[in-house]
């Protein structure tokens, strides 16, 4: 069974920095993406970014510029690097993988941008 654990999640002032991360265990296949979601208070579940396993990225344009994904293939994990972060960030963050057609989430962890 494939599982996906978040961590670094926290309190942030607008301006500064947060990385999270997010590590699968099981068999992971060479044919599947890796990402991150976010859902904040009121709003439904949106993309912020994701990336193939041959590195490939997608960002929403609210973060072009100021996140960053990365994963290590070897690790099986994935990271976001959220720089320049703003109120609007604030949010749950989720890791999902998508494999052989199906979706595996994280219990997500939860970002909070305030002064």
């Known amino acids: 069974q494939v599982q996906l654990v978040e961590s670094g999640g926290g309190l942030v002032q607008p301006g500064g920095s947060l990385r999270l991360s997010c590590a699968a265990s099981?068999?992971?296949?060479?044919?599947?993406?890796m990402g991150w979601y976010r859902q904040a208070p009121g709003k439904g579940r949106e993309l912020v970014a994701d990336?193939?396993?041959?590195?490939?990225?997608n960002y929403a344009d609210s973060v072009k510029g100021r996140f960053t994904i990365s994963r290590d293939n070897a690790k099986k994990t994935v990271s976001l690097q959220m720089n320049s972060v703003k109120p609007e960030d604030t949010a749950v963050y989720y890791c999902?993988?998508?494999?052989?057609?199906?979706?595996?989430w994280g219990k997500g962890t939860l970002v909070t941008v305030s002064s």
């Open positions: 990336i193939t396993y041959g590195g490939r990225r």
């Open positions: 099981g068999t992971i296949g060479s044919i599947n993406v």
């Open positions: 999902k993988l998508t494999l052989y057609g199906m979706q595996y």
